[in-house]
């Protein structure tokens, strides 16, 4: 976001949570969500055992969660009180380990569950250290987790490069759906140069399998009202926005009118 308000960037991919707090900041040049492209969260709750696994196991126990405020932990915290779960009351959360050790932490011992992204996930599972027990994603709803976003006055003085930015990741939405995790994998794996085909295969089947990827770029109204019930839950919302103000649907309309 530092990057697209500085005129560093035309679009930026980010959680659109940050164009939230922007338009709450009285920004005049505010920014405009036009493409959305993942809709759940990509974490999974880890524990220690193959457990069968229900959220009311939790009270009394230790989870490795996320950054204070950071979309991860605020979902992780929604989620639990869903399921009438106090967090830090009920149940402990340790909010201060680094997100890059979170996954040697639980290895090493600390806490009873971990909440983990990809590869973390994965390879804590397929080392036998750990077990997914939950997707964090599924549990919390369709959440615009991640999307394409650009200035106000960019859109309006650049819609073509929009559109046609919007066209292709409408085609590369329509790609992932219609291939398999294998033939994702291949494509993908010179961006994952350290991470084994296998595991590759793997994690890609299960963001597939849960509806990770939406199939169009067009942005609803009930994923920005679910985005805005976890802000407002976690303390973290100043005031709702209107969805008109910060959502665009122009060019995914128009993608999906036109590609095939």
Do not use: C
């Not at 940050?18 to 880890?46: C, M, P, W």
């Not at 250290?129 to 599924?138: E, K, M, P, Q």
């Amino acid at each position: 976001m530092t990057a697209l308000i500085s005129n560093n960037a035309d679009i930026a991919f980010m959680g659109p949570e940050a164009s939230i707090y922007v338009f709450n900041e009285g920004k005049e040049d505010y920014v405009i969500n036009f493409a959305q492209l993942t809709q759940r969260a990509g974490n999974f709750l880890i524990g220690r055992t193959d457990e069968k696994f229900n959220m009311e196991a939790l009270k009394g126990k230790t989870i490795i969660g996320g950054r204070p405020g950071g979309m991860p932990q605020m979902v992780l915290e929604y989620i639990l009180k869903k399921n009438n779960i106090k967090p830090f009351e009920d149940v402990e959360i340790i909010t201060n380990i680094d997100f890059t050790a979170t996954a040697g932490s639980f290895i090493g011992g600390t806490g009873d569950y971990t909440a983990e992204f990809e590869p973390s996930a994965s390879k804590i599972e397929n080392e036998g250290r750990g077990h997914v027990v939950a997707s964090l994603g599924i549990e919390s709803g369709l959440v615009p987790y991640t999307g394409y976003m650009a200035e106000k006055s960019y859109i309006k003085a650049n819609p073509e490069t929009i559109q046609q930015f919007t066209n292709a990741i409408y085609k590369s939405q329509l790609w992932v759906d219609e291939h398999t995790p294998e033939e994702i994998a291949e494509v993908i794996k010179p961006q994952f140069k350290d991470t084994d085909m296998e595991l590759l295969i793997q994690i890609v089947q299960r963001y597939k399998d849960q509806d990770t990827w939406r199939k169009d770029p067009y942005f609803e109204k009930a994923g920005l009202d679910l985005l805005q019930n976890i802000l407002d839950s976690a303390g973290e919302l100043d005031k709702r926005v209107e969805y008109d103000k910060i959502v665009t649907t122009e060019f995914a309309e128009e993608a999906i009118k036109n590609i095939e």
